[in-house]
């Protein structure tokens, strides 16, 4: 059983001051627009706040850099040492974060909100397509099968420079604040060390998260707000 631990924070929960950066992550900070700071900074603070919650560490937060890769994907380095695997989503004021031990791990937070016309169309399959047309909850299953998507890639450290196309998401057509199991089908055409993945899903006060790895034997841990 693999364990994945979780928290959501909020830009309100950031402190005041910033001496819990790392000095790279303090480097870093300096060349960031000030639109996406905000949202930077409440991913560090959350990233940060889940590593020492779940690993029970005595370790100071100065001591736990995030830094990200060429491509986007998020690193851990406790000490000087990597660790971890983790992932970061924000939306909205929202800083969603999950860390487990080692082994694919991806996430993807968003608002519930109408899409432009042909969305579907140009980026979901056919059986995905179905999917959304039998659901009473249209839009809010069209976004979750986008973060689904979105969250495979980064566990994959693709990103969206594929055809979202090449995963499939089979999510139930109902959601709810509950955690969800689905699968997720990777094309033959994407270079993916596994041809199928495993994600959780859920929708709490119109935002959908998802959580994605490559085994259905999960066990997810808030380690906070939920």
Same mark, same amino acid.
């Given at each position: &059983?693999? &364990?994945?631990?979780?928290? @959501? #924070?909020?830009?309100?929960?950031?402190?005041?001051?910033?001496?819990?950066?790392?000095?790279?992550?303090?480097?870093?900070?300096?060349?960031?627009?000030?639109?996406?700071?905000?949202?930077?900074?409440?991913?560090?603070? $959350?990233?940060?706040?889940?590593?020492?919650?779940?690993?029970?560490?005595?370790? =100071?937060?100065?001591? *736990?850099?995030?830094?990200?890769?060429?491509?986007? =994907?998020?690193?851990?380095?406790?000490?000087?040492?990597?660790?971890?695997?983790? %992932? *970061?989503?924000?939306?909205?004021?929202?800083?969603?974060?999950?860390?487990?031990?080692?082994?694919?791990?991806?996430?993807?937070?968003?608002?519930?909100?109408?899409?432009?016309?042909?969305? $579907?169309?140009?980026?979901?399959?056919?059986?995905?397509?179905?999917?959304?047309?039998?659901? %009473?909850?249209?839009?809010?299953? *069209?976004?979750?099968?986008?973060?689904?998507?979105?969250?495979?890639?980064?566990?994959?450290? *693709?990103?969206?420079?594929?055809?979202?196309?090449?995963?499939?998401?089979?999510?139930?057509?109902?959601?709810?604040?509950?955690?969800?199991?689905?699968?997720?089908? @990777?094309? =033959?055409?994407?270079?993916?060390?596994?041809?199928?993945?495993?994600?959780?899903?859920?929708?709490?006060?119109? $935002?959908?998260? $998802?959580?994605?790895?490559? @085994?259905?034997?999960?066990?997810? #841990?808030?380690?906070?707000?939920?």
């Amino acid at each position: &059983m693999r &364990m994945i631990y979780w928290l @959501t #924070q909020t830009r309100d929960d950031l402190p005041d001051r910033f001496d819990w950066l790392a000095p790279q992550e303090r480097e870093q900070s300096v060349h960031l627009r000030e639109s996406r700071l905000r949202d930077w900074l409440v991913g560090r603070w $959350t990233a940060k706040r889940l590593i020492c919650a779940s690993i029970g560490s005595a370790y =100071a937060l100065s001591e *736990i850099t995030v830094l990200n890769t060429s491509d986007g =994907a998020s690193e851990v380095f406790v000490r000087g040492k990597q660790r971890f695997s983790l %992932s *970061i989503s924000h939306a909205n004021g929202i800083a969603f974060c999950a860390v487990s031990e080692s082994g694919l791990l991806g996430i993807d937070v968003e608002k519930v909100a109408p899409r432009v016309a042909g969305f $579907t169309d140009a980026y979901f399959s056919s059986a995905e397509q179905r999917l959304v047309t039998a659901s %009473s909850q249209n839009e809010t299953l *069209i976004t979750a099968i986008w973060c689904g998507k979105e969250a495979a890639l980064k566990a994959l450290r *693709i990103g969206l420079r594929v055809d979202p196309r090449a995963v499939n998401c089979r999510l139930l057509s109902e959601l709810s604040a509950d955690w969800q199991r689905f699968s997720l089908e @990777t094309s =033959a055409s994407l270079e993916s060390p596994v041809a199928g993945l495993w994600g959780l899903a859920r929708v709490v006060d119109g $935002t959908v998260y $998802t959580i994605v790895s490559e @085994t259905a034997e999960v066990d997810l #841990q808030p380690c906070g707000k939920h």
